[in-house]
T-cell receptor, first 115, second 111 residues
């Protein structure tokens, strides 16, 4: 089974703190994604990466950065956390879409509260 | 169906009944569609997917129907069970390896 793990299930940080959210997948997937999920808004893509050291902005990259130093690990960084970044953060991974499916495998999520 | 803004559409069904969850997609060039189920406190889980050259695909107790003419996707769940209670998302692929997600529909199953 594909496993995507996220470093924390719940996190509480103060405004202005630097926050690291870590994601690890064990299926040698090329693609990795970070989403945030807010009530009624579905999943919105923050950043994605299709290879080590490669990154692409998604729909809402402002206030975030990412790092992918190893294939299995994709980190989301909030340089200076703000209260409007309080949200559920979901990491996902997928194979390079050369076949039939673009299925993404999700981690359990990190609920971040910024106070 | 699709949600707009902060309100999540809710479908309430009786245990044992069939459920139909609808989704309108935006891009006629999308060639792949997928349904996810998300239970409270968990990440989304794959249910079923379909490519644009198909009209219907069946899984275990689930069927996805695709109507490209009106850009509509539906998920049918047969004999709905309490464990089916969750939020259901549709998503489409129309560029690279990315998925664009709908806002979700909450399914509540009444015992």
């Amino acid at each position: 089974d594909v496993k995507v793990t996220q470093s924390s299930r719940y996190l509480v940080k103060r405004t202005g703190e630097k926050v690291f959210l870590e994601c690890v997948q064990d299926m040698d997937h090329e693609n990795m994604f970070w989403y945030r999920q807010d009530p009624g808004l579905g999943l919105r893509l923050i950043y994605f990466s299709y290879d080590v050291k490669m990154k692409e902005k998604g729909d809402i990259p402002e206030g975030y950065s990412v790092s992918r130093e190893k294939k299995e690990r994709f980190s989301l960084i909030l340089e200076s956390a703000s209260t409007n970044q309080t949200s559920m953060y979901l990491c996902a991974s997928s194979l390079l879409g050369l076949g039939w499916s673009y299925e993404q495998y999700f981690g359990p999520g990190t609920r971040l509260t910024v106070t | 169906g699709e949600s707009v803004g902060l309100h999540l559409p809710t479908l309430s069904v009786q245990e044992g009944d069939n459920s139909i969850i609808n989704c309108a997609y935006s891009n006629s060039a999308s060639d792949y569609f997928i349904w996810y189920k998300q239970e409270s406190g968990k990440g989304p889980q794959f249910i079923i997917d379909i490519r644009s050259n198909m009209d219907k695909r069946q899984g275990q107790r689930v069927t996805v129907l695709l109507n490209k003419t009106v850009k509509h996707l539906s998920l049918q769940i047969a004999a709905t069970q309490p464990g089916d209670s969750a939020v259901y998302f549709c998503a489409e692929n129309n560029a690279g390896n990315m998925l664009t997600f709908g806002g979700g529909t909450r399914l509540m199953v009444k015992p």
